[in-house]
């Protein structure tokens, strides 16, 4: 049997069902959040869920446990993470080009500098789906992650003081700097210090005392909603004019928000009990990945024959329309593609090891 140096091991202090619960109601956020892009201008309430639906998504990667910062995890991470975003992307950019017929020159070079940079401008250029973005940021989260504290085995307070000021200088990269550091580092830093700042909560505090207190990190995230409206910081990650330390008061209030709606998730009982909702995080990312296609058509099509403008019954409606349909449509893809494992692991990989043995490239060990 294969051993793998991945994925990374959840802490016996969280089980898989609160985990996949709380990416279960994030992955149903994220697809919201795609769907009222319909509106333009778009309406607070809507907008308030991009102030931490992905950002704690990518949050997720700073509970678990390094076992080793080697070869075999990079390869790992790149079978698990950057194969499926290479097929997807290539895939979307294939219909993007069959229903846009864009320059094929700048066309072809927006793939290869996706590949590379992974930002929203040439993923947009090349695929016509920005949303494709968060893969590549999740590659370097994980990474990251290992090896401050895989490899190099540092102390949380030394992971806090480096994240601090990534955090707080990130923002100030120049922007069009911003889009060529590669796999979306520049949002993946602005995360660390926040990741490594649960990290801490959750190894200072039992999980008994932080479920006895679920109640405070709700409020904690509705002052910083409110906040966040009075002060008009809107703040929407990632944006790629991320806060720095000239915008402290907005850098607090999000992280307030992003850090408290993570908690909540992850300490509350009112979500482990579905199993839907666990289905959904258990196939989160397969389903992110496959919703964009039914998201661009239902897309397409609404802003085609309705206006965008209003925000009434009509335009609440069609977003819901969008919402089910691009959520209804994952989900065929994610019970099809369950059902053809050997398909599913060869874009979807768990690891390296069972991708070559998938490709060919290497005899299965049956001992």
Known sequence: MLKSNFPLTLPTRFDTNTVNAAKGVLILFVILGHASNFWTPEPFLTFSIKYFHVACFLLFPFIYDIRKFDVAFIKNAFARYYIPFAVFLIGYSVLYYIYAAPDLQ????????????????????????????????????????????????????????????????????????????????????????????????????????????????????????????????????????????????????????????????????????????????????????????????????????????NVDFLSAFIVLSIFIFALGGGAICVIILNKLPKLKDTIMPPSWDEWIIIKGFKTKDKS
């Open 106 to 309: 700048n066309w072809g070079r927006a793939i290869g500098e996706s590949l590379i940079f992974g930002n929203k401008p040439m993923l947009d250029a090349s695929s016509g789906l920005r949303a494709l973005w968060f893969m590549p940021v999740l590659i370097s989260i994980v990474v990251i992650n290992a090896l401050l504290i895989g490899r190099f085995k540092m102390p949380l307070w030394a992971l806090l003081v480096i994240g601090f000021c990534l955090h707080i200088s990130v923002g100030a990269i120049p922007e069009p700097l911003k889009y060529y550091f590669p796999l979306g580092f520049v949002n993946a830093a602005y995360l660390v210090f926040i990741g490594f700042s649960i990290r801490y909560l959750c190894m200072a505090k039992s999980m008994e005392y932080l479920q006895k207190n679920s109640h405070v990190f709700l409020l904690m995230f509705m002052a910083g909603i409110f906040f966040s409206h009075y002060f008009d910081t809107l703040i929407k990650f990632p944006v790629i004019f991320l806060p720095d330390y000239t915008d402290i008061k907005s850098i607090i209030i999000h992280d307030t928000i992003i850090i408290s709606a993570f908690m909540f998730l992850m300490t509350s009982p009112l979500f482990k009990t579905s199993n839907f909702l666990k289905w959904c995080g258990k196939n989160s990312l397969t389903l992110y990945l496959t919703h964009l296609l039914f998201l661009a058509i239902s897309m397409t099509i609404a802003i085609k024959y309705f206006d965008v403008s």
